[in-house]
């Protein structure tokens, strides 16, 4: 029987988030978005499009560890990109988004995978979600089976927006902003996933990212968002 592996994609958003992190960015303007699907499991796209048996799945949530922050090295030296230097939040979320849709562990360990993801967030901790970035990422034994299988994955991202919540409390609170200055960001692409003997897959992605843009700074990542993709 062909094994079934797990894919590093975003397929159950905010595993192990505490309510004081809930409640700290709530505090922003992305609370609107926050408060409407705290808890609510991510739709990540159809995952019918994939006829091939063996394709690669998505860690179960009981698997991922939200502790990862305390555990791993401050940088690392794998496959993921640095973050861009762009104070725009629109294609700084794109940037992001395309990051977490991609990885490759033949040639980078989970703690390099997780290292240099970190170097993306914001160094505010009242607003920095690490929990709902490094959930995404499988344990360190279905990372060790997805190198096994040399898996790797590769994104495309197709556009990115300000959802429809996000707008609407910047016009009934324009002040609202500029607490922590952080933006909600949707940003839709596709997912190729490709491991040992042909094996492909492609998947839809769609994730809602909240990032940080303070003026005169570079644009950093907050968090993962709830579904609201509109």
């Not at 977490?100 to 920095?128: G, I």
């Not at 429809?164 to 922590?180: E, G, L, M, N, Y």
Request: proline share 7%.
């Amino acid at each position: 029987m062909r094994k079934i592996l797990p894919a590093l994609s975003l397929s159950s958003f905010g595993v192990g988030w505490s309510a004081n992190k809930r409640i700290a960015i709530m505090a922003t303007v992305v609370a609107v978005l926050l408060a409407r699907a705290a808890a609510v499991a991510w739709l990540s796209g159809s995952r019918d499009s994939h006829p091939d048996p063996g394709r690669a799945l998505p860690a179960p949530a009981s698997s991922r560890s939200p502790t990862d922050a305390a555990r791993i090295p401050r940088t690392g030296s794998g496959s993921v990109p640095r973050p861009p230097q762009i104070a725009d939040p629109v294609a700084y979320a794109k940037a992001a988004a395309k990051m977490l849709w991609s990885y490759d562990t033949r040639d980078t360990s989970r703690d390099q995978q997780l290292a240099d993801m970190r170097a993306w967030m914001t160094t505010e901790t009242k607003y920095a979600d690490w929990a709902s970035v490094s959930g995404q990422v499988p344990d360190p034994l279905l990372w060790s089976r997805m190198a096994d299988q040399g898996q790797h994955a590769t994104a495309t991202v197709t556009e990115g927006h300000f959802p429809s919540a996000f707008t609407t409390a910047v016009a009934d609170d324009p002040s609202a902003i500029t607490q922590a200055y952080i933006y909600a960001v949707t940003v839709n692409g596709t997912q190729h996933i490709t491991w040992k003997k042909g094996g492909a897959g492609a998947e839809a992605q769609a994730v809602t990212l909240a990032v940080q843009c303070r003026p005169g700074h570079d644009c950093t990542l907050a968090a993962i968002a709830p579904s609201v993709t509109q």
